[in-house]
């Protein structure tokens, strides 16, 4: 795979950890404010946004360690 490919899937992955950090300050909001079922809602946002940034590391790595195409 390309280094643009490469590339790209670290971008991705570098936007869904911004979105896990805006996500995970809403939680802290909701906690703040004691809204525990809002708080349930976004922890579960927080486990699937975790999930994509974990699969476009993975996808990062794999293409990094590809031979390279000729």
């Given at each position: 795979?390309?280094?643009?490919e490469?590339?790209?899937?670290?971008?991705?992955?570098?936007?869904?950890?911004?979105?896990?950090?805006?996500?995970?300050?809403?939680?802290?909001?909701?906690?703040?404010?004691?809204?525990?079922?809002?708080?349930?809602?976004?922890?579960?946002?927080?486990?699937?946004?975790?999930?994509?940034?974990?699969?476009?590391?993975?996808?990062?790595?794999?293409?990094?360690?590809?031979?390279?195409?000729?």
């Amino acid at each position: 795979m390309s280094g643009n490919e490469t590339e790209a899937a670290l971008g991705r992955a570098e936007e869904l950890l911004e979105r896990l950090k805006a996500t995970r300050d809403e939680l802290e909001r909701l906690a703040a404010a004691e809204n525990a079922e809002a708080a349930v809602d976004v922890l579960a946002e927080l486990a699937e946004l975790a999930k994509e940034v974990e699969s476009e590391l993975t996808k990062a790595r794999a293409r990094a360690d590809a031979p390279p195409q000729l």
